[in-house]
């Protein structure tokens, strides 16, 4: 009797103790051109099957609850004993689309045998949401709860799942385009929930830092076209904002930057002397004109120059590394009746006044880590196989020197604030005395002594370091962070850094020494 007690507690505390313990769930994704990557889910008690697009420019997790001509099936709430509703409306706006419903709550079931209890948006109006014929009939949002609609009280499902301490607050994708044979237009991905990679990934990550936890917002610093920068201010780039958004097939533009670039593209493909008739033509450019893929697929895609877009390293702006966006990622196979091969390429870069919107455009050249507890975004080369052997793969470039960039684009603030006027009389008194505050903390730290206070010291000791920044040689191993050691916020950080606290150390041992004497 007494065993079997210690064994039902024993394996209680193990039950306990793997709960508490965040896993890591691999889930797979499929989709179709121009509808981009959706996850196959369950609702409800009994389980109803959906499909919802990932998307990380949204917060909710929404579903059809009634019929729609563009979609197959729906869920429905009558079904399900699981689900409470309230009385709340909620109503959610795409740069393309809406919809209008209520706030409900029900189980969720991922295929990998992770499951929650999580708010559900029931979808009962739409407008231009749901796309003819989608696979989908949803949508699971997986961006801070700031975007979360009616409020941020309707806690987004991912942030449900961290709660709960069922994954870690990390997530990773790899978007791998199109698969199978010539033809095909099925698009397969993975999604991995509580971790930075999936299975069959096992390169460096190169990380940039989330600049806003609303969308995963980023700072772009340039953006070439066959290895030539445009030239403009980046502030331009990222005016309201860039940010990385698995719900959007395009890469999107601010309307200046759009007009640049297709002017630089024309410029190089008129350079390259090719017969491109289809490309002539200004519909082309605006998506209005799609180009069939018969006969001369291979020059049309060697007429388009890589596309090259600059971000800073995480906690060190003063080093760039840069994706390449070869053209057969921005030149999007779709299929189409007026071609011979079935297939058209579709110009997938579009002007946007949201700002710069990173889409699968981009993530399907990488794998993608979403590390919010970290508050950064990782890139790597992807794991997925090249369509054809004639076509380019992306690549992670750098890092390199800031001063690679021409004078005039640091881009350190992105988000510039109001003007400044006329200085007032209170303002020019704070000034002064925030001046003689500095000027009397450096007499007070230039002491000997310090008076003690070995933070002071190390502050002064760390800004004169004898090594200086131009004397170090970095590498990619030095500025990238392994996927595979386990997560460490300090242990990746710059090497500047970690010189700076090998400093601070020395000057503080050396001071205590000399006080000592």
Same mark, same amino acid.
């Given at each position: 009797m007494l065993f079997s007690t210690f064994l039902a507690l024993g394996l209680l505390s193990l039950e306990l103790a793997q709960a508490a313990v965040p896993g890591v769930f691999v889930e797979d994704l499929y989709g179709y051109p121009e509808q981009g990557y959706a996850i196959q889910l369950a609702v409800g008690k009994p389980r109803q099957q959906i499909s919802a697009i990932i998307d990380t420019g949204s917060s909710n997790f929404a579903v059809a609850a009634v019929k729609n001509v563009n979609i197959s099936r729906h869920f429905q709430k009558a079904s399900s004993s699981s689900a409470q509703c309230s009385s709340r409306s909620v109503e959610a706006l795409y740069q393309f689309g809406s919809w209008h419903g209520s706030v409900c709550q029900d189980e969720v079931y991922f295929g990998d045998g992770l499951a929650d209890y999580v708010y559900l948006s029931l979808i009962e109006r739409s407008q231009n949401f749901f796309i003819r014929n989608a696979s989908w009939q949803g949508i699971l949002g997986l961006a801070y709860a700031s975007l979360a609609r009616p409020d941020s009280s309707v806690t987004p499902v991912l942030d449900s799942l961290v709660a709960s301490g069922r994954i870690a607050d990390v997530f990773s994708m790899s978007l791998c385009g199109r698969v199978g044979e010539s033809g095909s237009f099925s698009y397969k991905g993975t999604l991995t929930l509580g971790h930075m990679k999936n299975a069959s990934h096992h390169s460096s990550l190169i990380f940039t830092d989330i600049v806003k936890e609303n969308f995963y917002s980023v700072v772009l610093s340039d953006? @070439?076209?066959?290895?030539k920068s445009m030239g403009m201010d980046c502030q331009r780039y990222n005016t309201p904002r860039a940010f990385v958004? !698995?719900?959007?097939? =395009?890469? !999107?533009?601010?309307?200046e930057v759009f007009v640049q670039?297709?002017?630089?593209?024309?410029t190089h493909i008129n350079k390259s002397r090719q017969a491109l008739p289809c490309v002539q033509q200004s519909k082309f450019w605006t998506g209005a004109l799609r180009c069939p893929a018969d006969d001369d697929d291979e020059a049309l895609l060697?007429? =388009?120059p890589t596309i090259t877009l600059s971000l800073p390293i995480a906690n060190n702006r003063s080093f760039l590394f840069s994706l390449?966006?070869? !053209?057969?990622?921005?030149?999007q196979g779709v299929p189409c009746q007026e071609a011979r091969s079935g297939m058209c390429y579709l110009f997938s870069i579009q002007e946007s006044s949201g700002g710069t919107v990173l889409g699968?455009?981009?993530m399907e050249g990488y794998h993608v880590v979403f590390d919010r507890r970290g508050k950064r975004l990782g890139f790597a080369n992807s794991?997925?196989?090249v369509e054809s052997a004639h076509l380019s793969k992306p690549h992670v470039r750098g890092p390199y020197r800031r001063d690679n960039l021409p004078p005039g684009r640091n881009c350190q603030n992105p988000h510039p604030g109001p003007p400044v006027g006329k200085p007032s009389a209170v303002n020019s008194v704070v000034v002064f005395v925030a001046v003689a505050v500095c000027i009397m903390l450096f007499v007070l730290c230039s002491w000997d002594s310090c008076f003690g206070n070995q933070r002071c010291c190390c502050k002064i000791s760390t800004r004169s370091a004898q090594v200086q920044p131009n004397e170090l040689e970095f590498t990619a191993d030095s500025l990238a962070s392994d996927v595979d050691d386990p997560y460490d916020p300090y242990s990746d950080r710059h090497p500047l850094v970690q010189m700076e606290? @090998?400093?601070c150390a020395e000057d503080s041992l050396a001071s205590a020494a000399k006080t000592e004497e």
């Amino acid at each position: 009797m007494l065993f079997s007690t210690f064994l039902a507690l024993g394996l209680l505390s193990l039950e306990l103790a793997q709960a508490a313990v965040p896993g890591v769930f691999v889930e797979d994704l499929y989709g179709y051109p121009e509808q981009g990557y959706a996850i196959q889910l369950a609702v409800g008690k009994p389980r109803q099957q959906i499909s919802a697009i990932i998307d990380t420019g949204s917060s909710n997790f929404a579903v059809a609850a009634v019929k729609n001509v563009n979609i197959s099936r729906h869920f429905q709430k009558a079904s399900s004993s699981s689900a409470q509703c309230s009385s709340r409306s909620v109503e959610a706006l795409y740069q393309f689309g809406s919809w209008h419903g209520s706030v409900c709550q029900d189980e969720v079931y991922f295929g990998d045998g992770l499951a929650d209890y999580v708010y559900l948006s029931l979808i009962e109006r739409s407008q231009n949401f749901f796309i003819r014929n989608a696979s989908w009939q949803g949508i699971l949002g997986l961006a801070y709860a700031s975007l979360a609609r009616p409020d941020s009280s309707v806690t987004p499902v991912l942030d449900s799942l961290v709660a709960s301490g069922r994954i870690a607050d990390v997530f990773s994708m790899s978007l791998c385009g199109r698969v199978g044979e010539s033809g095909s237009f099925s698009y397969k991905g993975t999604l991995t929930l509580g971790h930075m990679k999936n299975a069959s990934h096992h390169s460096s990550l190169i990380f940039t830092d989330i600049v806003k936890e609303n969308f995963y917002s980023v700072v772009l610093s340039d953006i @070439q076209v066959a290895g030539k920068s445009m030239g403009m201010d980046c502030q331009r780039y990222n005016t309201p904002r860039a940010f990385v958004d !698995s719900g959007t097939t =395009f890469l !999107s533009l601010p309307p200046e930057v759009f007009v640049q670039l297709v002017a630089n593209l024309r410029t190089h493909i008129n350079k390259s002397r090719q017969a491109l008739p289809c490309v002539q033509q200004s519909k082309f450019w605006t998506g209005a004109l799609r180009c069939p893929a018969d006969d001369d697929d291979e020059a049309l895609l060697a007429a =388009f120059p890589t596309i090259t877009l600059s971000l800073p390293i995480a906690n060190n702006r003063s080093f760039l590394f840069s994706l390449d966006i070869p !053209s057969h990622l921005y030149l999007q196979g779709v299929p189409c009746q007026e071609a011979r091969s079935g297939m058209c390429y579709l110009f997938s870069i579009q002007e946007s006044s949201g700002g710069t919107v990173l889409g699968t455009v981009l993530m399907e050249g990488y794998h993608v880590v979403f590390d919010r507890r970290g508050k950064r975004l990782g890139f790597a080369n992807s794991p997925c196989r090249v369509e054809s052997a004639h076509l380019s793969k992306p690549h992670v470039r750098g890092p390199y020197r800031r001063d690679n960039l021409p004078p005039g684009r640091n881009c350190q603030n992105p988000h510039p604030g109001p003007p400044v006027g006329k200085p007032s009389a209170v303002n020019s008194v704070v000034v002064f005395v925030a001046v003689a505050v500095c000027i009397m903390l450096f007499v007070l730290c230039s002491w000997d002594s310090c008076f003690g206070n070995q933070r002071c010291c190390c502050k002064i000791s760390t800004r004169s370091a004898q090594v200086q920044p131009n004397e170090l040689e970095f590498t990619a191993d030095s500025l990238a962070s392994d996927v595979d050691d386990p997560y460490d916020p300090y242990s990746d950080r710059h090497p500047l850094v970690q010189m700076e606290d @090998q400093v601070c150390a020395e000057d503080s041992l050396a001071s205590a020494a000399k006080t000592e004497e």
